[in-house]
């Protein structure tokens, strides 16, 4: 694990994004962790947020048009991660979000902000399935732009429809590169190293043991 990596994992359980117990997901695994994106709910929590991804799409993301932030907690992450990589980086990014339901009246349609054009770099919180990614993606294609890559916070590192991950799969299925600041692995081994989490650690290698790919 990286410096980066454990301090992203640090990060995330000081502010509570990132906690432990019994959580229901969206494809209705009982989980004993949640990485709750919404809890970066200061200026400074989600602007630190914003390096964090800044620095993970400056070292390792394709290059790339526009930004988009799928909704909804994928569009804080978007317009924290613009604002820091023209802070911080020197690259004036343009980037959007989509609503969830179109509109119709005022400037209508689902995607607010830079048009897609070009090549376009998903940014949102956790891929678990791969589902709410998939979801995106004919938006991308139906404003005639192209998926450049997928960058997340946390891989969760389930097994997809099969015996790969949902990630592997994702990347395989959509011929992009998918980059996470960290996986479950990264937070199985900063449990092991903090040495304080004993009872969540093992309710976290169940889980893996029973879900990872
Ligand atoms: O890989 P998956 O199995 O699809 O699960 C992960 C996604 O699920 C959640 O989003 P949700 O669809 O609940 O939308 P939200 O951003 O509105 O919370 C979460 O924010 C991830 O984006
Ligand atoms: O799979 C999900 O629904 C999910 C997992 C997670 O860790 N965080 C989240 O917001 N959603």
Same mark, same amino acid.
């Given at each position: 694990m990286h410096d980066y990596q454990r301090a992203f994992v640090e990060f995330a359980i000081g502010h509570d994004v990132l906690r432990f117990g019994s959580f229901t997901l969206k494809s209705g695994r009982t989980s004993p962790y949640f990485f709750n994106a919404g809890g970066f709910d200061t200026g400074a929590r989600l602007a630190g947020l914003g390096r964090f991804y800044a620095a993970a799409i400056t070292e390792r993301?394709?290059?790339?048009d526009v930004l988009l932030g799928p909704a909804y907690k994928g569009i804080p992450i978007a317009a924290a991660t613009a604002v820091q990589l023209a802070e911080a980086h020197d690259r004036d990014v343009p980037w959007s979000f989509n609503r969830k339901e179109a509109k119709d009246h005022g400037e209508g349609g689902v995607v607010v902000g830079?048009?897609? /054009?070009g090549r376009v770099l998903l940014v949102d919180d956790v891929i678990t399935s791969g589902k709410a990614i998939r979801e995106v993606v004919p938006i991308v294609e139906d404003a005639g732009a192209e998926l450049a890559g997928i960058v997340v916070a946390?891989? /969760?590192?389930e097994r997809g429809t099969g015996e790969l991950s949902a990630v592997d799969e994702v990347r395989r299925d959509l011929g992009v590169p998918v980059e996470a600041i960290v996986t479950f692995d990264h937070v199985i081994e900063y449990l092991e190293e903090s040495g304080r989490h004993d009872e969540h650690l093992q309710a976290a290698r169940a889980y893996r043991d029973q879900y990872g790919a």
């Open positions: 993301a394709p290059a790339f830079a048009p897609l /054009r946390v891989d /969760r590192q």
